[in-house]
């Protein structure tokens, strides 16, 4: 046999998240050591009971640790992930079960844990659909970690591995990526896991480079003696892993990361600059926010303000609407967070399929065009000037202004605006500090919205256009039906004509409209909204770097001809790609990223 | 009281890991017994494995058992929220 691993092998896995990283792969051996049965004698069955409690409340504490950690790291969607591990911990199978069976056999925590598992194994296993069979490794996770918190020497972290370590796995868990720090694990790699799986979500969250559909087995072929090789490179942007790479490819991919590293720093340094175009058109960037721990980003990446306080989603797991006084506490907490910054609040966006426990809707069998959003608040009057009287108690305190979701009709509007002026004047009746002129703002979120927006614009403040609900009524198609999903296009002329409608009458009546969906945090429409003279754009906070690069790396003059040129197309196609041509030309630098 | 109640599974991806983790929350504090029955199958729905094993799809039926002193709140609760589609 030739010395191993000497020369250059190129693999090929699924990219699932980009970035590039050059480093020593580290083998994570699955944990199934052999596990040992013994026997228990009867004087010694509640110490083996209290062992196993101690076990599972120590994975529990991790598990809770892992949340946390995740959390300040706004990392949502992976601390929701784990929930349902902390759930799978405190399991009657997992508990009370495994704790009867000690007493009942006189046997060691491991044996009888090893066993429910095979047991819930081979029932995953019966299940058809492999969504639910996935979930099995759930609970394999969990059952190592609790075997680490049984036998302490054998739990490894993946915090005590080589800095700069690229973890080569068969598979992956949630908590695997979760507990990964960028420090130690400078990539991913594994033979199986899809981009939608739980890892890979987390892993995303973090930006850890990862590629899955690997031949793993290619990468330590000599497993006996367990050489890895000394260096291999993970290219997630196209799946690539090279082995052994050579000086020169070694180099290549040198060159590749370094760029991309300063182009993350410059990035990130952006937060002192303008969001002004480059012959000096200045842009309010601000954010979509939900909890007051985000708005520390905002000002470490030089938002202008708040675009959009999604005032709902911190009561949704409740029972029932919070008090205004309650509700009050939260966002005076927002506006003094905002250190003098504007903020939009928004009033609850409720009902239909989102309502609180003691408020469900009446069955609709067709929520999205049901009694939502201002339909619900209007019908419920005590719950809206509850609201309302919170936020206005709040302008005392700061630039806040209010916005009104899911307008469809000028009347409602005017009710809305109404109710406000009738708590404005109530506060003041009972003594409440409130800012003399809130400025109001009216949602557009709706066709008949846009097509009347000359008769909105006349009775408030602002727009603030919602395109992913915009997109989804004007277009017909429900963004999350899978066989449509090539309908769904923010790109549609005729969402781009809409957009320019509602700015032209917004002009008209020299009130600024603001862009706060999805597409507002897109670079490639960057350009676009500028040109069609939108003139504030609102997007999660880690999004604010890219796009105020995005306005930077563009004039004024380019922006509108580019929107002219825009709505002369006929097609969605088109439009995209005319935007990622403009976009390849004007910041180059992202598309190392992007590939 | 011991009450019985038959409902459907309307979410899209079936009872997957988001309802399970609701129910088993719904359920934390129950002071009765719930089981759901769906095929031939009866389970403990405290446990939010056994729901996932039971792998309930789109449309599945599930008779809900709920014995116990707070039976009439807890399969209100579990009622609205098969209905609300967990809130999805």
Avoid at chain 1, 235 to 244: P, W
Avoid at chain 1, 251 to 278: N, P
Wanted: hydrophobic share 40%; with cysteine; charged share 25%.
């Amino acid at each position: 046999m030739t010395s191993v691993h000497s020369t250059e092998v190129w693999l090929l896995g699924t990219p699932i998240c980009r970035g590039i990283a050059i480093g020593s792969p580290f083998l994570l051996a699955p944990r199934d050591e052999a596990v040992v049965e013994s026997s228990i004698a009867e004087g010694d069955v509640e110490a083996e009971v209290a062992r196993y409690r101690k076990a599972i409340e120590g994975a529990l504490q991790e598990l809770r640790a892992l949340q946390s950690r995740l959390h300040k790291e706004q990392i949502f969607d992976g601390a929701a992930i784990l929930d349902a591990h902390v759930q799978m911990l405190q399991d009657p199978l997992l508990t009370v079960h495994v704790e009867a069976q000690i007493r009942n056999l006189n046997k060691n925590s491991e044996f009888l844990l090893k066993q429910v598992i095979t047991e819930c194994q081979k029932k995953f296993q019966t299940l058809e659909d492999p969504f639910f069979q996935e979930r099995f490794k759930d609970l394999q996770g969990l059952g190592r970690r609790i075997m680490g918190h049984l036998n302490a020497c054998n739990s490894l972290c993946l915090n005590e591995i080589p800095a700069g370590s690229i973890v080569i796995a068969d598979d992956l868990t949630a908590c695997d990526s979760a507990e990964a720090n960028g420090i130690y694990v400078s990539a991913f790699v594994t033979r199986s896991g899809g981009a939608t799986s739980h890892a890979a979500i987390v892993a995303k969250a973090k930006g850890i480079p990862y590629v899955s559909s690997v031949d793993i087995d290619s990468i330590c072929r000599d497993a006996k003696t367990a050489l890895l090789p000394m260096s291999i490179i993970v290219d997630g942007r196209t799946g690539e892993i090279v082995i052994n790479p050579k000086e020169e490819t070694l180099q290549k991919y040198r060159t590749l990361h370094s760029q991309l590293q300063h182009h993350m720093q410059k990035l990130k340094e952006t937060g002192k600059l303008q969001a002004e175009t480059y012959d000096g058109y200045l842009i309010n960037l601000s954010a979509n926010v939900e909890m007051v721990s985000e708005v520390e980003l905002i000002h470490q990446f030089g938002g202008g303000g708040v675009g959009l306080l999604r005032t709902e989603s911190a009561f949704l797991s409740r029972e029932d609407f919070p008090s205004e006084e309650e509700q009050f506490e939260m966002y005076r907490q927002f506006v003094v967070k905002m250190d003098g910054l504007p903020i939009a609040i928004r009033a609850f966006d409720l009902g239909g399929d989102k309502y609180l426990k003691n408020h469900p809707a009446s069955y609709e069998c067709n929520p999205f065009l049901g009694c939502r959003a201002i339909r619900f608040l209007l019908r419920n009057p005590k719950i809206f000037k509850s609201q309302l009287r919170a936020i206005l108690r709040a302008s005392a305190h700061g630039k806040v202004s209010v916005m009104f979701p899911l307008v469809s009709a000028l009347s409602e509007l005017i009710e809305a605006k109404y109710l406000l002026n009738e708590a404005k004047e109530e506060l003041k009746a009972e003594g409440f500090p409130v800012a003399e002129e809130m400025l109001i703002g009216c949602m557009i979120e709706v066709p008949s919205a846009a097509v009347i927006a000359d008769l909105l614009a006349k009775e408030c403040d602002f727009l603030s256009i919602g395109t992913n609900d915009l997109v989804q009524y004007a277009l017909a198609v429900d963004r999350s039906n899978h066989v449509l999903s090539a309908l769904y296009a923010p790109t549609h002329p005729s969402v781009i004509r809409l957009i320019r409608l509602i700015v032209n009458e917004a002009n008209h009546h020299g009130i600024p409209v603001t862009v706060c969906g999805e597409v507002a945090a897109d670079p490639r429409f960057t350009p676009l909204l500028l040109g069609l003279g939108v003139h504030e754009l609102s997007v999660t906070p880690r999004h604010i770097p890219i796009i105020k690069n995005a306005i930077r790396n563009t004039s004024i003059v380019l922006a509108s001809k580019l929107a002219d040129k825009a709505l002369e197309l006929s097609s969605a196609e088109e439009i995209e790609e005319l935007l990622m041509k403009e976009y390849r030309r004007n910041v180059p630098e992202d598309c190392i990223y992007n590939c | 009281m011991k009450l019985i109640r038959k409902v459907r599974v309307k979410n899209v991806l079936g009872l997957h890991t988001r309802p399970a983790t609701v129910i088993v929350k719904l359920l934390q504090n129950c002071k009765s017994e719930v089981t759901f029955a769906c095929r031939r199958e009866i389970i403990n729905a405290k446990s939010i494995l056994s729901i996932l094993m039971l792998a309930a799809k789109q449309h599945s039926q599930i008779t809900v058992t709920v014995d116990g002193e707070d039976a009439e709140e807890i399969m209100g609760k579990l009622a609205m929220a098969f209905d609300s589609r967990f809130g999805e």
